[in-house]
């Protein structure tokens, strides 16, 4: 089984929509090994998205990350990643196909409610991030 990271971004917690997703993703087939909630700081946020160093929208990107609470969850799956980018949708929700997860809740490019580990951007950088090894359990 492959592994992913999914975030459920501040908007989604503000929503209290934290169950809603994770009944989604576990309905979808994916079991959750590893899940907590956090809250980041700016420091923290731009270290996780370093990738987009440099792009017009790294500020906003950190500054919304750090901008309330958050889940991770470490996901478990056949083709995880790309599993899961099927569940959560396209990042924009107007383009998402109906029913995925930001189609459903997500109100902007920006606030799509979660984020999921791009199977190209190694996954297990992110869960690295997030989870030392004995936080994972495969059961």
């Known amino acids: 089984m492959d592994k992913t990271l999914l975030i459920i971004k501040p908007d989604a917690v503000k929503k209290n929509l934290i169950g809603e997703i994770l009944k989604r993703v576990v309905g979808a087939g994916f079991k959750i090994i590893g899940m907590k ?63 995925t997860i930001r189609n459903l809740y997500g109100t902007s490019v920006g606030e799509n409610v979660v984020h999921a580990s791009a199977p190209d951007e190694n996954p297990q950088r992110e869960i690295d991030f997030f989870f030392e090894a004995a936080e994972l359990h495969n059961y």
């Open 37 to 99: 909630m956090l809250w980041l700081n700016k420091e923290q946020g731009g270290k996780f998205y370093e990738i987009h160093r440099g792009k017009d929208f790294y500020d906003w990107l950190v500054d919304f990350i750090s901008s309330g609470p958050i889940v991770v969850a470490c996901l478990s799956a056949a083709d995880a990643p790309a599993k899961l980018r099927g569940v959560v949708g396209a990042t924009d929700p107007k383009k998402a196909a109906p029913d």
